[in-house]
């Protein structure tokens, strides 16, 4: 392609390059063929995310069941004999099992439980999991980005216990069932930690 002439020696003649258009077309064809790479590189960096995302998720509803079980087995004991209600299955008495309030006597067991981790109430706000220390202490965010939390109880023979008043006394195992928030397009079953768990103060 010849994009300017000259004069040299008196013979007409012509520079190799590019004209403008020719820049042009090139661009456009360059633009035509890295697109789809660049929409691949883009697909590939929103999997990334929504991964990390996901295993983020996963790994504090891990993290958050796992304590709130150990809690849970720990509840009603009481090495110096101190009579406790173990597990209240319905704190505020909205007649849910979606919260929960377990007391020990354990750290150190001295007949009371004003000591850490002996008086927690676990429960939902908005889209956070709370834990309140003692009755009417103070409240700390447990853990971020919460859907649900729930509680099934079971007697001796596997059946289900509905009335809260037969928890503490019957129950000796539970569900525990927490979802972290999520994507509405995205499976539930990613971000959600179910496990049963054994309780002490069944009779």
Not at 29 to 35: A, C, F, M, Q, R
Not at 129 to 147: A, F, H, K, N, S
Not at 157 to 173: F, M, Q, Y
């Amino acid at each position: 392609m010849c994009s300017t002439t000259r004069q040299v020696a008196g013979v007409s003649g012509c520079t190799a390059g590019f004209s403008t258009i020719g820049m042009i077309v090139a661009f456009v064809l360059l633009g035509l063929l890295l697109s789809p790479m660049l929409g691949t590189i883009l697909s590939a960096q929103r999997g990334f995310v929504e991964s990390r995302d996901r295993a983020r998720a996963a790994g504090s509803v891990r993290y958050a069941h796992l304590a709130l079980t150990r809690f849970m087995r720990l509840a009603g004991s009481s090495p110096v004999g101190l009579p406790l209600p173990g597990i209240d299955p319905d704190p505020d008495g909205d007649g849910v099992f979606n919260d929960i309030r377990l007391r020990s006597d354990y750290n150190p067991p001295d007949g009371d439980t004003n000591d850490a981790g002996e008086d927690l109430t676990f429960f939902l706000r908005a889209d956070t999991m709370y834990v309140r220390y003692g009755t009417g202490g103070t409240e700390e965010p447990y853990l971020i980005g919460v859907d649900s939390l729930a509680f099934t109880y079971f007697d001796r023979a596997g059946e289900v216990i509905a009335d809260p008043d037969r928890i503490g006394p019957r129950a000796i195992s539970a569900d525990v069932t927490i979802r972290a928030r999520g994507d509405r397009h995205a499976d539930p079953a990613e971000r959600t930690l179910s496990g049963r768990v054994r309780l002490r103060n069944g009779k």
